[in-house]
C-alpha cells in the first residue's frame, strides 16, 4: 500500500514540474526567439568575414606543358645473341699434338694451321709411294717405246700402266693422309677455350678448341601473331640490352617464319647484327627493339598527367588559376610519355604531382 503512495507521489510531482516548465516557456518564448536570433546572425557574420578575408585555399600542384614531338611505337622481343658461323675443331686422326700456333681469343684467317699432329709416318709413307710412282712411270714409259717399235708385248704395257695408276692413288692417298695430320681454319674467326697442349696424345674426334665468327651475329625471337604482319623482311630494329635497356647497336630483320606456333601463337623472327668492332658476345641476353609506327609531330604529354576512371581518360588542365578536367584519348605510348589524339592543345598546361587532389573548379597555385 506504501509503494503505491510513493509511486502516485513521484507521477504527480513529475506532472506538476512539467507543466510549470510549460507555463514558463510559454511567457518568455519571445524574449527567447529574439536572442536565439541575435546569436546566429553573429555567428553567419563571423563565418563571411572570415571567407572575405582568409579566401578559398589554392591548392599547391605541379604542372606540365603539352608540347608537339615525336613520338614511336615499338614491338620489344628478347633472345640471346648467336655467332653466324661456329664449328668444334676436332682431330682428324690419332696422334701426338706437336704444334697449336693459336692462343686462346685470337683471331685467324681461313686457312690459318689451327693444330698439327706428329707426322713422321704419314710423310715416310708418302716418300715411299711418291717413289714408286716414279719408278713405275719410267717403267711404263719404257714398255710403251718398247711396244711402239714392235719388240714388246703389249699384256706387259697394260700391267705397267695398271700399276702405274695404283702408285699415283697411293700418292693421292698418302698425301690426303698427310693433310690430315693438321687442321686450318675454314673461315675467318675466333679461337676459343683450348682443351689441350702440346704434347698430349688425342684420340680421332676429340674437340681441340673452337672456332666462331663474330663479325655479325643473330638473334631469335618471338613476335605475337597479331604483330607479326606489322613487321618485314629488311626492317631495321635497336639492339638493346635484355635488362638495362642500353643502345647496344642496330640490326636488321633477315628472316621471318611463314608458321606459326600453335601452343605460343608466335611468329619467329631473325634478326642479323654486324659486329665488326667486337663489342658484343655470343650468349648476350638483347632486346630487338623494332619501331611499328611513328609520329614526328604529335601533341604529347606525360603519363604522370593522366587520371583514369570507369568514364574514361582524363587529365586536369589549369585555366585561368582554375582547374579544369577534361577527357582525353590516348594514341602512341613511349615511356613515359603519351600522344594526345583529342581533347588537348600545344601549350596548355596540365596538372602532373597534384591531380588526385584536385576537383574540377577547384583553385590551385601552381609550385
Same mark, same amino acid.
Given at each position: 500500500m506504501?509503494?503505491?503512495?510513493?509511486?502516485?507521489?513521484?507521477?504527480?510531482?513529475?506532472?506538476?514540474?512539467?507543466?510549470a516548465g510549460s507555463v514558463l516557456i510559454a511567457l518568455n518564448w519571445d524574449l527567447l526567439k529574439s536572442k536565439i536570433t541575435k546569436m546566429n546572425v553573429r555567428f553567419d557574420n563571423s563565418k563571411v568575414s572570415t571567407n572575405v578575408s582568409g579566401g578559398i585555399p589554392r591548392i599547391p600542384v605541379r604542372t606540365a606543358t603539352v608540347k608537339v614531338g615525336y613520338i614511336s611505337e615499338r614491338l620489344r622481343a628478347v633472345g640471346n645473341l648467336y655467332s653466324e658461323r661456329k664449328i668444334n675443331v676436332r682431330s682428324p686422326n690419332?696422334?701426338?699434338?706437336?704444334?697449336?700456333?693459336?692462343?686462346?681469343?685470337?683471331? %685467324?684467317?681461313?686457312?690459318?694451321?689451327?693444330?698439327?699432329?706428329?707426322?713422321?709416318?704419314?710423310?715416310?709413307m708418302l716418300l715411299a709411294s711418291r717413289a714408286q710412282?716414279?719408278?713405275?712411270?719410267?717403267?711404263?714409259?719404257?714398255?710403251?717405246?718398247?711396244?711402239?717399235?714392235?719388240?714388246?708385248? /703389249?699384256?706387259?704395257?697394260?700391267?705397267?700402266?695398271?700399276?702405274?695408276?695404283?702408285?699415283?692413288?697411293?700418292?693421292?692417298?698418302?698425301?690426303?693422309?698427310?693433310?690430315?695430320?693438321?687442321v686450318v681454319?675454314?673461315?675467318?674467326?675466333?679461337?676459343?677455350q683450348l682443351y689441350y697442349s702440346v704434347g698430349a696424345f688425342v684420340t680421332s674426334g676429340e674437340v681441340i678448341t673452337k672456332l666462331w665468327n663474330d663479325s655479325f651475329l643473330y638473334v631469335d625471337v618471338r613476335i605475337a601473331e597479331s604483330d607479326a604482319k606489322r613487321i618485314r623482311k629488311g626492317m631495321k630494329f635497336d639492339v638493346e640490352n635484355g635488362i638495362t635497356n642500353d643502345l647496344l647497336n642496330h640490326g636488321?630483320?633477315?628472316?621471318?617464319?611463314? !608458321?606459326? !606456333?600453335?601452343?605460343?601463337?608466335? %611468329?619467329?623472327? /631473325?634478326?642479323?647484327?654486324?659486329?665488326?668492332?667486337?663489342?658484343?658476345?655470343?650468349?648476350?641476353?638483347?632486346?630487338?627493339s623494332l619501331i611499328v609506327k611513328e609520329k614526328p609531330e604529335a601533341v604529347i604529354i606525360p603519363r604522370d598527367a593522366l587520371v583514369f576512371a570507369l568514364g574514361g581518360t582524363f587529365v586536369f588542365k589549369v585555366v585561368n588559376g582554375n582547374a579544369q578536367r577534361v577527357r582525353v584519348n590516348l594514341g602512341i605510348e613511349q615511356g613515359n610519355m603519351v600522344e594526345i589524339i583529342q581533347g588537348l592543345a600545344p601549350n596548355d598546361l596540365?596538372?602532373? !604531382?597534384?591531380r588526385f587532389r584536385v576537383l574540377h573548379g577547384v583553385p590551385v597555385r601552381l609550385v
Open positions: 506504501i509503494g503505491k503512495i510513493r509511486i502516485n507521489f513521484i507521477l504527480w510531482s513529475f506532472l506538476i514540474v512539467l507543466a690419332n696422334g701426338f699434338l706437336v704444334a697449336l700456333p693459336v692462343s686462346e681469343g685470337s683471331h %685467324v684467317k681461313m686457312g690459318d694451321v689451327l693444330m698439327q699432329l706428329d707426322s713422321d709416318m704419314a710423310t715416310a710412282l716414279q719408278f713405275d712411270q719410267q717403267n711404263y714409259n719404257r714398255l710403251k717405246g718398247l711396244v711402239e717399235k714392235g719388240y714388246g708385248a /703389249r699384256k706387259s704395257l697394260q700391267i705397267a700402266e695398271a700399276k702405274l695408276a695404283t702408285s699415283h692413288a697411293e700418292v693421292i692417298r698418302n698425301e690426303r693422309l698427310l693433310n690430315e695430320r693438321k681454319a675454314p673461315f675467318d674467326g675466333v679461337i676459343g636488321v630483320v633477315k628472316f621471318i617464319s611463314s !608458321d606459326i !606456333d600453335p601452343i605460343t601463337r608466335s %611468329v619467329l623472327v /631473325r634478326g642479323l647484327i654486324p659486329n665488326h668492332n667486337q663489342t658484343l658476345r655470343t650468349g648476350l641476353f638483347i632486346a630487338m596540365v596538372i602532373t !604531382d597534384g
